[in-house]
């Protein structure tokens, strides 16, 4: 909302907040035919972070800061198989083992489309910013271009920040319950370096282009290509986005 927010925006957030509140209670109901009532009370036993912002850097302060309390959606923990206590699991009949942990492969499936969706996010968010930069800011004229080319690179970073730290975090429950599977390395930890296009890889006319490679996030065969997908494919693409046209 940026850092002095209007009335109508502040009012936006309290609606969406209550709408995501009743989203959460309807999703928590369904949840206890699934895992039973004591496995939902070994949640909300248990102390969780439901924001960590030490998965990715701290963002930056507005100036605007809305109070948020535990009945916000903010701090609300959602009942996932993942979120079940190991030491609430082994208490548990045995019955209900075979359960939930088909349920947590079941979880694990849908966060790695996840993560590889959000990764597409990240790579599209970093083309943006790379043409903004070289065809709005740079070619800003006056001061009016100039702000409204800066008003749409914070857009976008804020967007490529959002990205990121869902994909952190949910990279750090994908290895919590894929222990032994690999997911940490088919998935590795985000970092901002890591959402850079080098100008040399992406300028085939620049002295030592062949030198130097994309970071993993370019390579990976997480992103929904296949694992066929090549290196310069999306070194294609990122020459695209910085032609003239």
């Known amino acids: 909302m940026g850092p002095r927010p209007t009335t109508a925006q502040k009012l936006e957030l309290v609606k969406k907040r209550r709408g995501l509140k009743s989203r959460i209670t309807n999703f928590t109901n369904t949840a206890v035919q699934y895992l039973g009532e004591e496995a939902i009370e070994g949640i909300y036993e248990t102390e969780q972070i439901v924001l960590d912002k030490d998965v990715s850097e701290p963002e930056e302060q507005d100036e605007y800061n809305s109070t948020i309390t535990t009945a916000d959606p903010e701090h ?96 750090v429950i994908m290895k919590q319950i894929g222990h032994g599977t690999g997911v940490g390395d088919k998935f590795p930890f985000l970092d901002s370096k890591d959402c850079i296009v080098s100008t040399t890889v992406t300028n085939p006319n620049s002295a030592g282009q062949s030198s130097d490679r994309l970071t993993w996030l370019w390579r990976s065969s997480a992103h929904g290509q296949g694992p066929e997908a090549s290196e310069g494919e999306y070194e294609n693409e990122c020459k695209v986005w910085h032609s003239p046209t």
């Open 76 to 171: 609300q923990i959602l009942p996932f198989p993942s979120a079940v206590p190991n030491k609430c699991l082994k208490e548990l009949p045995p019955e209900w083992w075979a359960v939930i942990g088909d349920l947590r492969n079941t979880e694990l499936e849908i966060r790695q489309g996840h993560a590889a969706d959000t990764l597409d996010h990240v790579r599209t968010a970093v083309i943006h910013l790379s043409w903004q930069y070289k065809n709005s800011v740079r070619k800003a004229t006056s001061g009016v271009q100039k702000t409204r080319a800066w008003d749409k690179i914070k857009l976008l970073n804020a967007t490529l920040t959002l990205q990121r730290r869902v994909y952190n975090r949910n990279r």
